[in-house]
């Protein structure tokens, strides 16, 4: 077996499992955005900032909540995805399936 074939890595970074579990649900506090992308709260909150600082989301205070605005428009930083937005890519990441029937999506019945 190769080093770096098993659980030692994710196919998405910090930022990406951030991203996408406030486009599941904008509302999120931050213990529980830092749960769901398996980080600490305080990896979770810098990974905001820079999301927040690049443009692919906006903060909103509502009393002691904050939520959370997507900017799905905003394109990928990296040069092999040029003219690609983000939209798409975390439609199909942020989906919530609503039973453990339901197929996954893009597979057949």
């Given at each position: 077996?190769?080093?770096?074939?098993?659980?030692?890595?994710?196919?998405?970074?910090?930022?990406?499992?951030?991203?996408?579990?406030?486009?599941?649900?904008?509302?999120?506090?931050?213990?529980?955005?830092?749960?769901?992308?398996?980080?600490?709260?305080?990896?979770?909150?810098?990974?905001?900032?820079?999301?927040?600082?690049?443009?692919?989301?906006?903060?909103?205070?509502?009393?002691?909540?904050?939520?959370?605005?997507?900017?799905?428009?905003c394109?990928?930083?990296?040069?092999?995805?040029?003219?690609?937005?983000?939209?798409?890519?975390?439609?199909?990441?942020?989906?919530?399936?609503?039973?453990e029937?339901?197929?996954?999506p893009?597979?057949?019945?």
């Amino acid at each position: 077996m190769t080093r770096g074939s098993e659980g030692v890595w994710t196919l998405l970074t910090g930022h990406g499992h951030v991203l996408v579990a406030i486009a599941k649900n904008p509302d999120s506090r931050v213990s529980d955005l830092s749960r769901e992308a398996g980080l600490t709260e305080r990896t979770t909150l810098g990974i905001i900032n820079d999301l927040e600082s690049a443009g692919y989301i906006s903060r909103h205070r509502t009393g002691r909540r904050t939520t959370y605005t997507v900017h799905a428009d905003c394109g990928f930083r990296h040069s092999s995805q040029d003219g690609l937005v983000i939209g798409p890519f975390l439609e199909v990441l942020a989906q919530t399936r609503t039973s453990e029937t339901d197929p996954a999506p893009g597979s057949e019945e």
